[in-house]
């Protein structure tokens, strides 16, 4: 009997103990992976393939580029992932069945249930004022090659290449359609069921649709502004990253 009573007071113990464990806060990590696509209406991107738009002028693709900044992810608390992070996605669109691949960028963070997920496109302001020197070699903002000493900013977006204006099959015009400045920062954010488990690694799947980006709202005129270098340009350029924002989607 005396047995039959210790055994009793275990078994009820032990249930306690895993009720408690069940209400409690998570304490592991898990891994979010965010897969970066360039598409063009849909189809993969393929650095130097040739594209066309709806007004017939052919172009292709040799760099695009961006930074994200101000990384967060939304749940019962705000988690920052990162500031500044330089993403590069000609290499890995350099073929088609590495464009189908895309691009990760990979992190960790505390396990638990989130909701949405933020990142600027570009570099944060108070960042902005600062120029490579400032920033130690292991930083992304280190990089001299991105930083546009004219506008005293880092280029928040590169989408180069080349373009046939004349519809002769000669790609004659380049392209360099740049984006930076304080007033081109712009957001990003997707909703959805983004919990993070130790187990499995999240995936976010986005797409940047360049053809989406050249044509939504209307054509962009490649024809008279092939190249952003001037700081008049700015009212093109705020355009620009907007239009470079609403490309992207979860897929």
Same mark, same amino acid.
């Given at each position: 009997?005396?047995?039959?009573?210790?055994?009793?007071?275990?078994?009820?113990?032990?249930?306690?103990?895993?009720?408690?464990?069940?209400?409690?806060?998570?304490?592991?990590?898990?891994?979010?992976?965010?897969?970066?696509?360039?598409?063009?209406?849909?189809?993969?991107?393929?650095?130097?393939?040739?594209?066309?738009?709806?007004?017939?002028?052919?172009?292709?693709?040799?760099?695009?580029?961006?930074?994200?900044?101000?990384?967060?992810?939304?749940?019962?608390?705000?988690?920052?992932?990162?500031?500044?992070?330089?993403?590069?996605?000609?290499?890995?669109?350099?073929?088609?069945?590495?464009?189908?691949?895309?691009?990760?960028?990979?992190?960790?963070?505390?396990?638990?249930?989130?909701?949405?997920?933020?990142?600027?496109?570009?570099?944060?302001?108070?960042?902005?004022?600062?120029?490579?020197?400032?920033?130690?070699?292991?930083?992304?903002?280190?990089?001299?090659?991105?930083?546009?000493?004219?506008?005293?900013?880092?280029?928040?977006?590169?989408?180069?290449?080349?373009?046939?204006?004349?519809?002769?099959?000669?790609?004659?015009?380049?392209?360099? #359609?740049?984006? /930076? !400045?304080?007033?081109? $920062?712009?957001?990003?954010?997707?909703?959805?069921? +983004?919990?993070?488990? @130790? =187990?499995?690694?999240?995936?976010?799947?986005?797409?940047?649709?360049?053809?989406?980006? #050249?044509?939504? /709202? !209307?054509?962009?005129? $490649?024809?008279?502004?092939?190249?952003?270098?001037? +700081?008049?340009?700015? @009212? =093109?350029?705020?355009?620009?990253?907007?239009?470079?924002?609403?490309?992207?989607?979860?897929?």
């Amino acid at each position: 009997m005396k047995y039959s009573k210790l055994l009793f007071l275990t078994i009820v113990s032990f249930l306690i103990m895993s009720s408690c464990n069940d209400d409690a806060e998570p304490t592991g990590s898990g891994d979010l992976q965010i897969n970066f696509k360039l598409v063009y209406d849909d189809d993969p991107l393929e650095m130097l393939k040739s594209y066309e738009l709806p007004n017939g002028i052919r172009l292709n693709f040799n760099r695009v580029s961006f930074y994200v900044s101000d990384i967060k992810m939304f749940g019962t608390e705000v988690v920052e992932l990162g500031n500044n992070d330089y993403i590069n996605l000609t290499n890995s669109h350099a073929s088609q069945s590495s464009a189908i691949q895309g691009f990760n960028f990979n992190t960790t963070l505390k396990e638990g249930n989130y909701n949405a997920l933020s990142f600027l496109l570009g570099v944060s302001a108070e960042d902005n004022a600062m120029v490579p020197s400032d920033f130690t070699s292991d930083s992304d903002l280190s990089l001299n090659g991105e930083y546009w000493a004219g506008w005293e900013s880092y280029v928040f977006v590169k989408i180069e290449g080349n373009l046939d204006l004349d519809e002769d099959g000669v790609y004659e015009e380049p392209m360099a #359609l740049h984006i /930076g !400045g304080d007033n081109a $920062l712009a957001e990003f954010q997707v909703t959805g069921d +983004l919990r993070i488990d @130790p =187990i499995i690694t999240r995936q976010v799947p986005l797409t940047i649709d360049l053809y989406d980006m #050249l044509t939504e /709202g !209307g054509v962009f005129d $490649l024809e008279a502004n092939p190249r952003i270098h001037s +700081l008049d340009q700015e @009212p =093109i350029v705020i355009d620009l990253a907007q239009r470079f924002v609403n490309a992207i989607s979860i897929n």
